[in-house]
């Protein structure tokens, strides 16, 4: 049965707390618990905005690469099923006023068809391709891949018949948690394989890259100079906002495509 709108406006009061639930799952008991209910079997990963990609010179010319948003275009044209969420609910229970409350996620898989049509609608393979662009236009970052959590609280199975395209704002999304969840559950959410990320000479310590900017709060100034942990899940919004264009992200190997393409496909079957 789908989930009725009570309970997801239950669900948006919730909201604003996430960060003391998170915080919960510390406790060996309950961490366990929230990790088997809602994060069991789930590989979700962060795709870098195409703007901020840099290709290591030993690797194809730039007007050759294939960029990360192809990863997202793939499992659309492949799947037969798709579905625009009406909202973003991170954005409407934060009541997000930097970034579009209507452009909420994308559900690609048969389960799609149980989800409650009060809180989005099918669409055709074009209109989820202009979404997914709608998206990155807005500055939104995609997070893709299998998330249980997405089909306990739309209450749609089965699983691996449910591919989540998160489209995320620094401020509100849900993924802030990752700081404070345990590192079980923490390492289900990783950077596109491929990735790497560094902070360049250039570097003034200004500042500017630690203000509202990374999701899971990756950068710290150490000694007057900008500092990137193993927290960084290579979104790249550190380096659009940069005013000194010290931040570098690159893509290292040739195979990312293929290699998140196959790890996806093994979660989530989308015909």
């Given at each position: 049965?789908?989930?009725?709108?009570?309970?997801?406006?239950?669900?948006?009061?919730?909201f604003?707390?996430?960060?003391?639930?998170?915080?919960?799952?510390?406790?060996?008991?309950?961490g366990k618990?929230?990790?088997?209910?809602?994060?069991?079997?789930?590989d979700i990963?962060?795709?870098p905005?195409?703007?901020?990609?840099?290709?290591?010179?030993?690797?194809?010319?730039?007007?050759e690469?294939?960029?990360?948003?192809k990863?997202?275009?793939?499992?659309?044209?492949?799947?037969?099923?798709?579905?625009?969420?009406?909202?973003?609910?991170?954005?409407?229970?934060?009541?997000?006023?930097?970034?579009?409350?209507?452009?909420?996620?994308?559900?690609?898989?048969?389960?799609?068809?149980?989800?409650?049509?009060?809180?989005?609608?099918?669409?055709?393979?074009?209109?989820?391709?202009?979404?997914?662009r709608?998206?990155?236009?807005?500055?939104?970052?995609?997070?893709?891949?299998?998330?249980?959590?997405?089909?306990?609280?739309?209450?749609?199975?089965?699983?691996?018949?449910?591919?989540?395209?998160?489209?995320?704002?620094?401020?509100?999304?849900?993924?802030r948690?990752?700081?404070?969840?345990t590192?079980?559950?923490?390492?289900?959410?990783?950077k596109?394989?491929?990735?790497?990320?560094k902070?360049?000479?250039?570097?003034?310590?200004?500042?500017?890259?630690?203000?509202?900017?990374?999701?899971?709060?990756?950068?710290?100034?150490?000694?007057?100079?900008?500092?990137?942990?193993?927290?960084?899940?290579?979104?790249?919004r550190?380096?659009?906002?940069?005013?000194?264009?010290a931040?570098?992200?690159?893509i290292?190997?040739?195979t990312?495509?293929?290699?998140?393409?196959?790890?996806?496909?093994?979660?989530?079957?989308?015909?």
């Amino acid at each position: 049965m789908a989930r009725p709108l009570w309970f997801v406006k239950i669900l948006k009061k919730t909201f604003p707390h996430i960060i003391i639930i998170a915080k919960m799952t510390r406790f060996p008991i309950i961490g366990k618990l929230i990790e088997k209910m809602l994060f069991e079997g789930d590989d979700i990963i962060f795709l870098p905005k195409d703007k901020v990609i840099q290709i290591n010179e030993s690797l194809k010319p730039q007007d050759e690469i294939i960029l990360p948003s192809k990863i997202v275009e793939y499992f659309i044209e492949k799947a037969n099923y798709h579905w625009i969420m009406n909202f973003c609910i991170c954005r409407d229970s934060m009541k997000c006023k930097d970034y579009p409350i209507n452009l909420g996620c994308l559900f690609l898989g048969e389960a799609v068809m149980g989800i409650n049509p009060q809180l989005g609608r099918r669409v055709t393979k074009e209109e989820a391709l202009e979404h997914v662009r709608r998206c990155r236009e807005a500055g939104l970052v995609h997070l893709i891949g299998r998330n249980k959590l997405d089909s306990s609280w739309l209450n749609v199975n089965p699983g691996n018949k449910l591919l989540s395209i998160c489209n995320c704002c620094p401020c509100c999304c849900l993924y802030r948690i990752l700081p404070h969840v345990t590192s079980e559950i923490g390492e289900k959410f990783t950077k596109m394989p491929g990735v790497s990320i560094k902070v360049t000479e250039k570097c003034v310590g200004c500042g500017t890259c630690t203000k509202n900017v990374c999701f899971v709060d990756a950068i710290k100034l150490v000694n007057k100079r900008a500092t990137i942990s193993n927290e960084c899940r290579g979104c790249g919004r550190c380096v659009l906002i940069c005013p000194q264009n010290a931040i570098e992200l690159k893509i290292e190997d040739s195979t990312f495509l293929d290699t998140t393409i196959s790890r996806i496909t093994k979660l989530v079957d989308v015909s």
